[in-house]
């Protein structure tokens, strides 16, 4: 959705934060806007555009927008480049910022400060926030703060995000009455200025403003150039002619000005920081040597997936007893308080085992986040990227696709999106073709009832086991259509690798419960909406038509429009294993994985199948027959039904984000041919290469 | 002074950074990242698979691949 | 119950249902940000990736 920009009076201040990734950006945009946040996208682009409203020190009303983190204001990406026009005031839908907050980790100070050094030459009225002050105090590190505002010419404020420290002081220096643009302190080689100047002149745009866009034109590679051409061919001209003088008096604009301003950095930093000599290991070094020990990595990264998986299972046992108990209650209470109809049906039938079986895996999910969060926020993310980069470039991908892919074990919608940082356009489609086959979280309803069907009164660890089993299935299918999507239809080269390794931290709790509560909320919502509107929809196919008198229930659902459906495509299935039933299984999902259960759930309440009140889905589905008598849910077919999930495309709403991310229809339709042949294929393969084998 | 590439460092090895051997792109990319000409370079690991390379510059940590290390000159 | 109330509310509900896709459909054609309303149970986790 386009949002427009909130309406600009005259006393609206438009704040912008940019900043390195792991410096604390968001810490500080969230403890700045609360709630008031918008996310949306930039008019005409699929850039992510995140602002939010904050107050001032004297409650004038602010806005804040957030800018993609990154380490340098050169393009590459479609991303920094709207931050840029939005920071040299061409987005016409997004006012140029009267002031930036430029987030700096205290602790790396030196390649911090580069971005800083660009933003200052942009001649916006800068704020420097220190970030992390603590992490550098325990290492000893001392920062003059007088000194560094003197040597910058822009106010700093130490802070601790995390700790809300600082943040009373950074209101109050955004909210200062006069700022002045930030004095040019960075000596710019006298050549580049030159030139510089002279394309300022021909540039269509205020002064101020000029002369920084002329610094960042020289400093385009050719391709970037090459895509400004289009609109702007006489400025390209002029730009390549400097960058040709320039070289021909030996100075490489694209390196020079980079090497200026880390000199200038480094004298500042030189003045500035007093670190006491290389001192010793730090924690975080000395956690990465097992973290990242050839043996011990592994078998730690191994371990936390395991525990994690553990969890999941034991953990959530009791809260998805008082789910499932509340669920039938209240089922029961509708019973007996409503005369028998279809209204009663629709609710008892439809409703609450639909949304109770979607519902009853929340706490799962829960846990899974929990621990998603600790890893990622603690910053082990980068350590798995880290070491699971030589597997990635194997197969043509980069390092940092993993953390997309590591992410789509949530939802694949925001791994999706996280493949906006992945410059090459076909290692992004690889990525995004093979995303929805990291097991999102989606699927764990189905995994669960299929291993609880399958292995009811098995350990935990037995349960865990096969999860994790699908788990690796999934991985396993991903990274092999990768690497065969990189060797016929994407080819190109291997991107390199610029991975940051941010010290460990102490994930913040209440960080992580903060999300969580809020996708707790997202996801009571959607089982609110749309599974409830699922479940009424299917309930409706499995009840209408009316069977003609005398039937009995089987045959009532059977011949109903679900069970038509179901019987439709019953002989594609049945080489898989399954009946009309779960045919109708199927199709429900295909709009949304979880929604299987609550179909099944609501497909064998309809059916009256379900014998007394007490017995779950799981003891009906064990004891469901065929016509003939043989067991519907042998233990092969709950494997090969999970296989089957693992690799099918069952989401609406990944195919509308894939469509969003790639501009056409063309790769999520391929997406969805590919993923449902292989799914079809690998549930076939594992059917019958199992039977083949004796089991049954 | 000899140069070394950076991908042959031995672990725990420190380098100074004295010429690039890469495409424009790329050198420019490190050159942000802080990796510039007379900047000390410490190869802190190599992954457990081998590669990407671990190194410490400018007072934090960054990974890199050796094919990229492979262009990076430094002398001890 | 009144059979025929019992009939016009199902139907009704029916109708809430359906509309309640039409609507998203709809929506969704003009709307490319993935806010809370695109349903999947993460949004943060992901958008710390945007990192280089």
Same mark, same amino acid.
């Given at each position: 959705m386009t949002i427009a920009p909130p309406p600009v009076a005259e006393t609206t201040r438009n704040v912008a934060i940019a900043g390195n990734p792991n410096c604390?950006?968001?810490?500080?945009?969230?403890? $700045?806007?609360?709630?008031?946040?918008?996310?949306?996208?930039?008019?005409?682009?699929t850039v992510e %555009?995140?602002?939010?409203?904050?107050?001032?020190?004297?409650?004038?009303?602010?806005?804040?927008?957030?800018?993609?983190?990154?380490?340098?204001?050169?393009?590459?990406?479609?991303?920094?480049?709207?931050?840029?026009?939005? $920071?040299?005031?061409? %987005?016409?839908?997004?006012?140029?910022?009267?002031?930036?907050?430029?987030?700096?980790?205290?602790?790396?100070?030196?390649?911090?400060?580069?971005?800083?050094?660009?933003?200052?030459?942009?001649?916006?009225?800068?704020?420097?926030?220190?970030?992390?002050?603590?992490v550098a105090e325990r290492r000893g590190i001392i920062i003059n703060l007088p000194a560094l505002e003197e040597e910058l010419g822009v106010p700093v404020v130490p802070m601790v995000a995390t700790k809300s420290l600082g943040m009373v002081e950074l209101k109050q220096a955004v909210s200062r009455q006069l700022l002045a643009a930030p004095k040019r302190l960075l000596p710019i080689p006298e050549p580049i200025r030159a030139e510089a100047e002279s394309i300022a002149g021909e540039l269509k745009v205020s002064p101020e403003v000029a002369f920084a866009e002329a610094l960042l034109l020289l400093t385009l590679h050719d391709q970037a150039l090459g895509d400004l051409a289009e609109n702007?061919?006489?400025?390209?001209?002029?730009?390549?002619?400097?960058?040709?003088?320039?070289?021909?008096?030996?100075?490489?604009?694209?390196?020079?000005?980079?090497?200026?301003?880390?000199?200038w950095i480094h004298e500042v930093c030189s003045r500035v920081v007093h670190k006491p000599g290389e001192s010793g290991l730090t924690i975080s070094d000395r956690m990465d040597m097992i973290l990242t020990h050839r043996v011990w990595g592994w078998v730690s990264f191994l371990g936390a997936m395991t525990l994690m998986f553990v969890c999941i299972f034991t953990l959530a046992q009791i809260p998805?007893?008082?789910?499932?108990?509340?669920?039938?209650?209240?089922?029961?209470?509708?019973?007996?308080?409503?005369?028998?109809?279809?209204?009663?049906?629709?609710?008892?039938?439809?409703?609450?085992?639909?949304?109770?079986?979607?519902?009853?895996?929340?706490?799962?999910?829960?846990?899974?986040?929990?621990?998603?969060?600790?890893?990622?926020?603690?910053?082990?993310?980068?350590?798995?990227?880290?070491?699971?980069?030589?597997?990635?470039?194997?197969?043509?991908?980069?390092?940092?696709?993993?953390?997309?892919?590591?992410?789509?074990?949530?939802?694949?919608?925001?791994?999706?999106?996280?493949?906006?940082?992945?410059?090459?356009?076909?290692?992004?489609?690889?990525?995004i073709l093979v995303a929805p086959l990291m097991s999102c979280s989606a699927r764990l309803p189905v995994y669960a009832l299929m291993i609880a069907v399958l292995i009811p009164t098995a350990s935990s660890f037995a349960k865990s086991g096969i999860m994790l089993s699908m788990y690796l299935v999934g991985i396993v299918a991903a990274f092999t259509m990768a690497w065969f999507f990189k060797k016929t239809l994407l080819k190109s080269d291997t991107p390199m690798l610029l991975l940051e390794l941010p010290p460990y931290r102490r994930p913040? $709790?209440?960080?992580?419960?903060?999300r969580m509560v809020e996708r707790a909320g997202i996801f009571l919502r959607r089982a609110g909406t749309v599974i409830l509107a699922l479940s009424i929809l299917l309930w409706a196919l499995a009840t209408y038509p009316k069977p003609p008198a005398g039937a009995t229930r089987a045959e009532a659902i059977s011949?109903?429009?679900?069970?038509?459906?179901?019987?439709?495509?019953?002989?594609?299935?049945?080489?898989?294993?399954?009946?009309?039933?779960?045919?109708?299984?199927?199709?429900?999902?295909?709009?949304?994985?979880?929604?299987?259960?609550?179909?099944?759930?609501?497909?064998?309440?309809?059916?009256?199948?379900?014998?007394?009140?007490?017995s779950s889905l799981r003891d009906t589905m064990r004891s469901e027959r065929h016509p003939d008598g043989s067991l519907v849910y042998t233990p092969l077919v709950c494997i090969s039904l999970m296989i089957f999930y693992v690799l099918a495309m069952q989401c609406i709403s990944t195919v509308a984000v894939v469509r969003r991310e790639t501009n056409s229809w063309r790769w999520p339709l391929f997406q969805i041919g590919y993923m449902t042949a292989l799914a079809w294929l690998g549930a076939f393969a594992v059917f019958h290469v199992g039977h083949w084998i004796g089991f049954q | 002074m000899p140069t070394h590439l950076l991908s042959a460092l031995k672990a725990g090895q420190k380098g100074k950074i004295a010429g690039f051997d890469l495409p424009m792109e790329h050198r420019t990319r490190l050159l942000e990242m802080g990796l510039t000409k007379g900047v000390v370079v410490e190869l802190v690991r190599f992954a457990?698979?081998?590669?990407?390379?671990?190194?410490?510059?400018?007072?934090?940590?960054?990974?890199?691949?050796?094919r990229e290390a492979s262009g990076i000159q430094v002398t001890l | 119950m009144n059979p025929l109330l019992d009939q016009l509310l199902v139907a009704f509900l029916i109708l809430c249902a359906i509309t309640f896709f039409v609507v998203r459909m709809l929506r969704k054609r003009g709307k490319p940000g993935c806010d809370a309303g695109c349903g999947c149970s993460a949004t943060k986790l992901g958008t710390a990736d945007k990192r280089r």
């Open positions: 604390g950006k968001s810490t500080i945009f969230n403890a $700045l806007t609360g709630l008031r946040q918008k996310v949306g996208n930039y008019p005409g682009v %555009r995140k602002m939010g409203r904050f107050f001032g020190s004297h409650g004038e009303p602010m806005t804040l927008l957030d800018l993609p983190g990154s380490y340098s204001l050169q393009v590459r990406s479609p991303d920094e480049a709207v931050a840029r026009d939005v $920071l040299l005031g061409r %987005r016409a839908d997004t006012p140029r910022p009267d002031v930036v907050i430029a987030v700096v980790d205290a602790s790396s100070l030196e390649r911090s400060l580069y971005l800083v050094a660009q933003m200052l030459d942009l001649q916006i009225p800068t704020i420097v926030a220190l970030n992390m002050v603590d702007n061919p006489a400025v390209v001209e002029s730009v390549l002619a400097a960058q040709a003088r320039l070289r021909a008096l030996e100075i490489e604009p694209l390196s020079a000005l980079v090497e200026a301003r880390y000199e998805m007893e008082w789910i499932d108990n509340g669920a039938k209650w209240l089922g029961q209470w509708v019973s007996t308080h409503m005369p028998e109809s279809d209204l009663r049906s629709l609710i008892v039938d439809g409703a609450i085992p639909g949304v109770g079986g979607v519902v009853i895996f929340l706490p799962q999910i829960l846990i899974l986040f929990f621990f998603l969060g600790i890893l990622e926020d603690s910053g082990y993310m980068a350590r798995a990227a880290f070491m699971m980069d030589r597997v990635m470039s194997s197969v043509g991908l980069h390092g940092k696709s993993f953390i997309p892919l590591l992410s789509s074990f949530a939802c694949a919608i925001p791994g999706i999106m996280a493949t906006r940082t992945v410059e090459n356009r076909n290692d992004r489609l690889a990525t913040s $709790l209440r960080g992580i419960a903060t011949q109903s429009y679900a069970g038509r459906m179901g019987h439709f495509i019953e002989p594609a299935i049945r080489p898989l294993g399954y009946d009309w039933k779960i045919g109708i299984g199927l199709v429900g999902s295909f709009a949304a994985r979880e929604v299987f259960v609550g179909t099944m759930g609501i497909v064998y309440n309809i059916e009256g199948e379900v014998k007394d009140d007490t | 457990p698979l081998g590669d990407p390379i671990e190194v410490k510059v400018r007072g934090y940590h960054l990974s890199l691949r050796k | -």
